[in-house]
Nanobody, 128 residues
Framework: QVQVVESGGGLVQAGGSLTLTCTVS?????????MGWFRQSPGKAREGISC????????YYTATVKGRFTASRDNANRSHYLRMNSLKPEDTAMYFC????????????????????WGQGTQVTVSS
């Protein structure tokens, strides 16, 4: 059974930084799949933040986080990370990690249906 577990969320002041960690177990050939980060605020739809290809060679970001957030992965440890800098109050949300159904991200990397396995999320709260 595949398990996706996020950690690292918390309360931080605006301008601060956090690093989220996602660990995946039970997924054969973790290295074969792209990984994504998503977030969801109360009353809003879940949105794609980033996608990283199976090798980690390519990353994609939504415009609102580009230049501030960095996705990375450690295939040996089946882990996926999101380094978040210059955090803003509008970054407050539940953050989710997800394993894609394919190795690449593609033009529609931000679409939820491209991802098969999801974690329960970790809360990030940015105070002003």
């Amino acid at each position: 059974q595949v398990q996706v577990v996020e950690s690292g969320g918390g309360l931080v002041q605006a301008g601060g930084s956090l690093t989220l960690t996602c660990t995946v177990s039970g997924l054969s050939f973790f290295t074969n799949y792209a990984m994504g980060w998503f977030r969801q605020s109360p009353g809003k739809a879940r949105e794609g933040i980033s996608c990283i290809t199976y090798t980690g060679g390519h990353t994609y970001y939504t415009a609102t986080v580009k230049g501030r957030f960095t996705a990375s992965r450690d295939n040996a440890n089946r882990s996926h990370y999101l380094r978040m800098n210059s955090l803003k109050p509008e970054d407050t949300a539940m953050y989710f990690c997800a394993a894609s159904q394919s190795a690449g991200c593609g033009e529609s990397w931000f679409q939820l249906q491209r991802y098969r396995h999801w974690g329960q999320g970790t809360q990030v709260t940015v105070s002003s």
